[in-house]
């Protein structure tokens, strides 16, 4: 088994410099092909472990070498391959085999190809690293390693100022989150004695309440950053900027996860604490909400998606702040299936339209491009969360863990997204595939994508349509692992009114899409009056928080450093300097004395002379009068 | 041989920089690589030859001076010293070998050889006087290379680099006569052997003052802010080897020191300073990053963001535990591979334009696509990308002085995203977006001689980054080693409380004979 596991890790590793080493050369086919077959061997790999695991094998947990050992710190490469950390890896290798297949059809004309795909291959083995270590370090060297990956890719063209900006504010801001990732490593270290998952969890038990919120804290003030919370989630909309197969793979179904799975990893430490665990799940809510409330309105198609996927996360963190980590994990996957099964059509959109992202310049595009309609529709109908599609089952467990819980807040924030869920979905459908031809207008010639390329999607498709079959085994398979109890409702006649009643709000939303924009007609110039309505307004600046990022945070940065430079230069060299001068000054002014005058040096003999005299005669008085000085100076009071 | 290889590797270069005035000038480019080689081949094989178990020094040599006052010729390396002494070999060798059109480049080459014997020395002397001697000797060499091959500012920037440092060194110069003296009024004689002072317990007041006298010399130095302006206006104008050799291994005599001096010498003054000493650490890593950040030279923003990632090294230090220090240790080898790879980098873009402004650039990753690679390595391994050299180094340091502290701890972590932010932006001002400038179009890209400095780098930089252990592990014997000689001198209460008890590390003789 552990040939397996050695072959998930390294085969993305090796396609990685594989591809890389044609970085530099022109587009060859066959690099995207041995790319996608060696990440595909990582996903044959991963289902033997998974089949093993299902038939229950035992746990697998290698330790390859040792990476850091000083003083009591000891740091292995070892990696883990439990349920949780299994099922990340299907859906890490499963969605990154079809993107790299796609790729292959969407990357078709770039001059990047081969470097597209060094990129995507070292994000996988990231990924793979951050899912499989049996420690924190290790799962800090995935993190870091998706976030470079992410950057590179981000900017993938480089040329594109737009896109560079986006690539360097998503690691920045990733970086404010990990430093509280660091912090909340050291303290498990310094606390608990190990950085390894099964020496440091079961420590955690005796550790008091406080030090074990100022862990989960920290740690989360990390997940916060890869998952993109509020308030540092503006760089998600922004890394839209990237090729789509990439927000597809990295901004839809791994590493904004990544944020989730610590959570659900650490499901023993947050157990412990349940005051942050609803924390957790009620910032989860509030994005959940947050985010969708902005992708109502937005018109870049991608970045509806982005938000809607933020929005989704927000329903992970709520069901795992709750305590249902399963529940988490199993939206965590069917999200990722439905969400890049969409983003992939969504690419497909774009490659059609010449790089237009503007819904409301396309409309009609279901007369030629039928595939990725069909595919568009039913990725929308499984994130609006309709039966059978998966989305129903993962988002209404969630809905049921609130309700079971007694949070009746969080339950009803994450109906009502629900809701608006179905409404974005489908006025993008509905703007995308119905209604006037108004690409006309712009002269643009859609085609459909190539085949191999829908075919590719296809898994995804299935996948989307019936994952919720998997909600049995999987329950099963995680139960051991992470305590997980099934949340039922006592009565069943209040689980049927919720199941309806949840269906019908979905779907009337839905229809309320359909009615308002199936038969769109022009494109929207700005003055109409729901545009310029206020709520339009704080929706389509998302709050105004990218604004006030950059005039109350990345302004003064600039303005401090400038100052900061300038106190360097004025205040503290110069001081060094004004030092210096004063020696230079002196000698400057005193040299007149040694002019080599006889009379002038006989002048400056006698001051020198007279001057040392009285110096001597005033020290001998002193000495001579030590006692009547310190009778009167005590006396004044010295 | 192998008894006397720290001599040879001291005086080798010197000896053989002596010859160089005697070979013809065609040939010194080869007579100074080979030279250079051979002095790297022998540090290698002195790691080769040492003991990874023993964390003690190794290799000792020992010769009366004047023995009247106790000054000996002691050499002597361990976990801490040897790395730092294979790296500034390894400069040497391709500083020299990717020298580019210089003129004089024979009086380059002697001068080189010549600064390789005083860092060399510095970091195997064991004995104060000797000490004193191979740090200021390193001053001059270097005084020479800015003040003949800099830029414009050249004198008056070697001129304050060589006041600056001198007059920081003279109090750390008093501080040693001082502690030579205590140890006379203890013994009944001299002597300026390390060894010697460690087995000495001070009161807890005079403990302060030398800390204080030697702090000022290895501050400036290393260089330790408010003391570092000396260092953008040396970078600003020395060549690129100039650079190079200063930033990688100059700057680490100050933080060794610190280690091999003031830890060991005052603990209980180490202890007394140590939040004073942490604060100054974070003003180093936050403001000079600021200042990297609003520099438009790029050899600027290397050049503060060296002062930066000082301020990491001092901080885990100040740790004093074997995580912190080991840390620090590391880091100081990270940071040399790093930053005198940056150097090299910039100066490969300077050769080609004769300019450092980044406004002048742009775009030169659709154009140098190799030399944007390396860079890219190479800043993501100065902002601490894990797999890569710098992050071990920084990962132990903040974790060690997490044990002292928290909140100061967290304020230095704002070194991550600092970094990350003036590194980002520079590299993006330089690589990305189009290319704007018509000299650029036709700007070639790396060439052989470069790769030939810059491989061998990039090599280091991700193997350490992965499998730190080869260096890691002799670090930590000799810094346990240095941490227990600190807990069992401590004589304040809180002191042995912070310094940690290392259990199981057995202090083996490290005092020398009295044999005179």
């Not at chain 1, 406080?210 to 989360?220: E, Q, R, V, Y």
């Amino acid at each position: 088994m552990e040939k397996y596991l050695y072959i998930a890790l390294f085969a993305p590793l090796v396609s990685s410099m594989f591809s890389a080493l044609f970085t530099n050369g022109a587009k060859k086919q066959f690099v995207g092909v041995v790319a996608s077959l060696l990440i595909f061997s990582a996903f044959v790999s991963s289902s033997i472990l998974l089949s093993n695991i299902l038939n229950g094998g035992e746990v697998l947990h290698v330790e390859m070498m040792t990476w850091m050992k000083s003083g009591n710190l000891y740091i292995p490469f070892g990696f883990v391959v439990d349920q949780i950390s299994v099922t990340m890896m299907m859906v890490v290798t499963l969605v990154s085999t079809i993107v790299h297949i796609y790729s292959i059809g969407y990357m078709d004309h770039d001059k990047g190809f081969n470097r597209f795909f060094a990129w995507l291959s070292a994000f996988v083995f990231s990924m793979m690293i951050l899912v499989m270590s049996d420690n924190f370090a290790g799962l800090f060297i995935g993190w870091e390693g998706v976030g470079l990956c992410s950057w590179g890719l981000i900017g993938f063209w480089f040329h594109k100022n737009i896109a560079t900006w986006a690539a360097n504010e998503a690691f920045i801001m990733n970086r404010i989150a990990d430093l509280g990732m660091l912090i909340g490593i050291f303290l498990v270290y310094w606390n608990t004695g190990s950085l390894q998952y099964h020496l440091a969890f079961p420590a955690m038990a005796h550790l008091d309440t406080s030090t074990l919120t100022m862990i989960g804290i920290f740690l989360f003030i990390g997940a916060m950053g890869k998952s993109a919370q509020f308030p540092l989630h503006t760089w998600l909309a922004d890394a839209m900027e990237g090729p789509t197969p990439v927000s597809a793979l990295i901004h839809a179904a791994t590493m904004v996860t990544a944020g989730v799975y610590l959570v659900i990893r650490s499901n023993e430490l947050y157990s412990l604490i349940p005051n942050v665990g609803l924390f957790i799940a009620s910032l989860g809510a509030f994005v959940a909400l947050f985010a969708a409330s902005m992708a109502l309105v937005n018109r870049d198609m991608k970045r509806v998606i982005a938000y809607s996927t933020l929005s989704q996360l927000g329903y992970m963190f709520a069901a795992a702040g709750l305590g249902a980590y399963w529940v988490a994990l199993f939206h965590l996957m069917a999200h990722a299936f439905f969400k890049a099964l969409l983003f992939l059509g969504a690419g497909n959109v774009m490659h059609a339209m010449h790089d237009e992202l503007d819904p409301f310049k396309m409309g009609g595009l279901k007369k030629v491009m039928k595939g990725t309609w069909i595919m568009m529709t039913i990725a929308s109908l499984a994130l609006a969360g309709i039966f059978p599609f998966a989305g129903f089952f993962s988002k209404d467990t969630i809905l049921e863990v609130a309700f079971s819980e007694h949070h009746m807040i969080i339950y009803g924030v994450l109906v009502f997204t629900a809701g608006l869920t179905a409404f974005y979905s489908f006025r993008l459908v509905a703007l995308i595939f119905h209604g006037e031809e108004r690409y006309k207008i712009f002269g643009i010639h859609p085609h459909e994508a190539y085949k191999f390329m829908l075919i590719a999607m296809s898994p995804l498709l299935i996948l989307a349509m019936i994952a919720g079959i998997f909600q049995e085994p999987f329950f099963n398979m995680v139960e051991e692992i992470l305590g997980a109890m099934e949340y039922h409702i006592h009565s069943h006649v209040t689980v049927w009114i919720m199941l309806v009643g949840t269906q019908l709000f979905v779907g009337l939303a839905i229809l309320f899409a359909y009615k308002k924009y199936y038969s769109w007609g022009s494109v929207p110039d700005g003055s109409s009056a729901m545009e310029n309505s206020f709520i339009y307004k704080l929706l389509y600046n998302q709050y105004y928080i990218p604004f006030a990022y950059k005039e109350y945070v990345m302004k003064p940065y600039n303005d401090i450093s400038a100052i900061m430079w300038e106190i360097d230069k004025k205040v503290v060299d110069a001081s060094v300097d004004g030092i210096a001068n004063a020696f230079y000054l002196t000698g400057e002014k005193t040299r007149d004395m040694q002019s080599g005058n006889l009379s002038t040096m006989l002048k400056w003999m006698v001051t020198g002379l007279v001057g040392l005299l009285s110096l001597a005669a005033v020290f001998g008085i002193a000495t001579r009068y030590s006692d009547e000085i310190t009778t009167i100076l005590s006396g004044l009071g010295v | 041989m192998l008894e006397h290889i720290l001599s040879i590797l001291i005086f080798f270069p010197a000896l053989a920089g002596v010859m160089g005035f005697m070979i013809n000038k065609e040939s010194m480019r080869a007579y100074g690589v080979s030279v250079a080689t051979i002095e790297f081949v022998l540090s290698l094989l002195l790691w080769f030859s040492f003991d990874n178990t023993v964390s003690s020094m190794q290799f000792m040599e020992q010769l009366p001076l004047i023995p009247s006052f106790g000054i000996n010729y002691i050499l002597g390396v361990d976990g801490i010293s040897l790395f730092i002494v294979i790296m500034a070999s390894l400069f040497t060798m391709i500083g020299i070998a990717s020298l580019t059109e210089t003129p004089n480049v024979k009086n380059m080459i002697i001068t080189l050889l010549f600064l390789q014997m005083t860092m060399v020395g510095v970091f195997t002397a064991l004995d104060g006087i000797v000490f004193y001697v191979f740090w200021e000797l390193s001053l001059v060499p270097m005084l020479y290379i800015i003040g003949a091959w800099g830029g414009p500012m050249r004198i008056y920037a070697s001129v304050k680099f060589f006041l600056y440092t001198f007059a920081g060194s003279l109090v750390m110069l008093v501080g040693m006569l001082f502690m030579a003296y205590l140890f006379y009024q203890a013994t009944g004689r001299w002597s300026f052997a390390l060894f010697d002072w460690y087995r000495l317990v001070l009161p807890e007041n005079f403990q302060l003052w030398l800390f204080a006298a030697f702090f000022i010399g290895f501050a400036i130095k290393v260089p330790m802010f408010p003391f570092h302006t000396w260092l953008p206006y040396a970078h600003g104008q020395a060549p690129t080897i100039g650079s190079v050799i200063l930033a990688a291994v100059l700057l680490k005599m100050g933080t060794y020191a610190f280690i091999r001096f003031s830890l060991p010498l005052f603990p209980d003054a180490s202890v007394y300073f140590m939040y004073p000493v942490a604060v100054i650490a974070i003003i180093m890593i936050i403001y000079t990053a600021m200042v990297a950040y609003a520099q438009k030279d790029v050899k600027q923003v290397v050049a503060y963001s060296s002062v930066s990632h000082m301020g990491v090294i001092i901080l885990g230090t100040f740790a004093l535990n074997v995580e912190g220090i080991s840390g620090s240790v590391f880091l100081m080898i990270g940071h040399g591979i790093v930053s005198g790879a940056l150097f090299l980098l910039v100066g490969v873009i300077y050769d080609r334009r004769h300019t450092k402004l980044m406004s002048e650039f742009g775009g030169l990753a659709h154009i140098m696509p190799k030399y944007a690679t390396i860079f890219g390595i190479m800043m993501m391994a100065s902002v601490g990308m894990p797999l890569l050299i710098n992050f071990v180094g920084e990962f132990l340091s903040l974790l060690g002085f997490y044990a002292q502290s928290h909140m100061l701890t967290l304020l230095a972590g704002v070194a991550i995203i600092v970094g990350a932010i003036y590194m980002l932006i520079a590299y993006k001002r330089m690589f990305f977006g189009e290319v704007t400038k018509e000299e650029n179009k036709n700007l070639t890209d790396v060439n052989r001689r470069e790769l030939i400095a810059l491989v061998p780098l990039v090599i280091i930089s991700i193997w350490l980054g992965i499998y730190p252990k080869p260096i890691l592990e002799p670090i930590n014997n000799s810094v346990e080693l240095v941490v227990q000689t600190m807990h069992n001198k401590a004589t304040t209460e809180d002191a042995k409380m912070r310094i940690p008890n290392i259990s199981g590390v057995v202090i083996s003789k490290t005092s020398m004979k009295e044999d005179h």
